[in-house]
Nanobody
Framework: EVQLVESGGGLVQAGGSLRLSCAASGFIFDDYVIGWFRQAPGQEREGVSCIDTSDASTGYADSVKGRFTISSDNAKNTVYLQMNGLKPEDTAVYYC?????????????????????WGQGTQVTVSS
């Protein structure tokens, strides 16, 4: 059974940091891109960052470049999203997702339609 379990969300003041984790199981981790998405109330779900776990190539949304860093620990089948310099507009439910990806390095976000599996989400709230 495929599982993606997010953790690490919470309440933080503007300018603070959080580290989200996405623990994956039930599939061959190295064959997948793991992505982070977020959805604020009344908004569309948007891509934040993604990583190809086979070669650690990454993609980021412009809104988080320079503030968020995605990384992967393949020994633990876990992807992390380090979020620094948080802003109130980063408030959302954050989801991780997995996309089977055998097409080589990525250099940007891959389309949401590519993702096969989704986690349940973790709430991030940034107060001003």
């Amino acid at each position: 059974e495929v599982q993606l379990v997010e953790s690490g969300g919470g309440l933080v003041q503007a300018g603070g940091s959080l580290r989200l984790s996405c623990a994956a199981s039930g599939f061959i981790f190295d064959d997948y891109v793991i992505g982070w998405f977020r959805q604020a109330p009344g908004q569309e779900r948007e891509g934040v960052s993604c990583i190809d776990t086979s070669d650690a190539s990454t993609g980021y949304a412009d809104s988080v470049k320079g503030r968020f860093t995605i990384s992967s620990d393949n020994a633990k089948n876990t992807v992390y999203l380090q979020m620094n310099g948080l802003k109130p507009e980063d408030t959302a439910v954050y989801y991780c997702a997995a996309a089977l990806w055998l097409r080589g390095r990525i250099g940007s976000l891959i389309p949401r339609s590519e993702y096969d599996y989704w986690g349940q989400g973790t709430q991030v709230t940034v107060s001003s």
